[in-house]
């Protein structure tokens, strides 16, 4: 693993130990070159994905973005990070056990409304507010109408 302040590739693991929801490892690392320490997480990865936008373009699967989506929705909330981090798992999982390896974007857009719905209900009408793209008042007062008849 490359060191990520001297770039370095002869790091040396110090610690490793499961996450909570034994999903991943969590590793601590030591950079003997500049001395600095580090954590990487490594995770199980059952097939590469390919992410197809509604224009026909195909981008691998990045799930950092869905963690970047997610963690702006939830900006200021009072939201535990390992429940995010489960849900963002949980997302990944379903996505790679499906067996296709082109996903739309539309799916991965539904689970993750889905996910922040059972946590948040405010992250929930942010990225819903983004990824529906609301124009004006109405659209919120719409979408949290029919949100709240649910």
Known sequence: MRCPFCG???TQVKDSR???DGLT???RRYCPACNSRFTTFERVQLRELT???KSGERRPFDREKIARSIHLALRKRPVDPDQVE???NT???KLESQGETEIPTALIGEMVMDGLRDIDKVAYIRFASVYRNFREAKDFEAF???MTKE
């Open 8 to 10: 370095n590739s002869d």
């Open 18 to 20: 499961p996450s909570e």
């Open 144 to 146: 949290v109408e029919k």
């Open 86 to 88: 489960k849900l963002i």
């Open 51 to 53: 992410v197809y936008k």
């Open 91 to 93: 997302i990944v999982r």
């Open 25 to 27: 490892i969590r590793r």
